[in-house]
């Protein structure tokens, strides 16, 4: 479901549930009218708080929501996301550790050209050495 048809929900779901109970619905009252878990409720809301389309009220015992800003929810995306945003981090950085282990695998390759080159030096050094000698 894409970002502007799952707010425009949420809303009516705390608009509905407030006419039901006649004060501010608490997240669980909306989670349930909707099917959702709470937690995916807490998502929701978190994202419609940021765009100030909620508000919540907050107490030791209680979280209530009321609609602030309706209207800003036409600021939301109407197309539905393509790819999970957790996904697309795992593919990057897949891609990161896989361009990390060409590189360590460069710089082991270098290491062991510059190894092998620096013994070709010293055994070429003890040849000369060997050859004044005599």
């Known amino acids: 479901m894409d970002a502007y048809t799952e707010a425009h929900l949420f809303v009516a779901a705390i608009r509905v549930c407030e006419y039901k109970q006649n004060s501010p619905p608490s997240i669980e009252d909306v989670c349930e009218l909707l099917g959702y878990s ?9 994202k419609l708080k940021s765009k100030n389309v909620i508000k919540t009220l907050e107490d030791a015992f209680s979280f209530k929501l009321y609609v602030a800003d309706y209207l800003a929810i036409e600021t939301f995306s109407k197309e539905p996301e393509k790819e999970n945003s957790l996904a697309k981090e795992i593919e990057a950085f897949k891609a990161k550790k896989k361009d990390m282990d060409k590189e360590v695998a460069n710089i082991q390759a270098e290491m062991e ?3 092998k080159a ?3 030096d010293i055994e070429a050094r003890l040849k000369q050495e060997l050859n004044k000698d005599k």
């Open 38 to 46: 709470v937690e995916h409720g807490h998502t929701i809301c978190r």
């Open 113 to 115: 050209r510059k190894k």
């Open 118 to 120: 620096m013994f070709a």
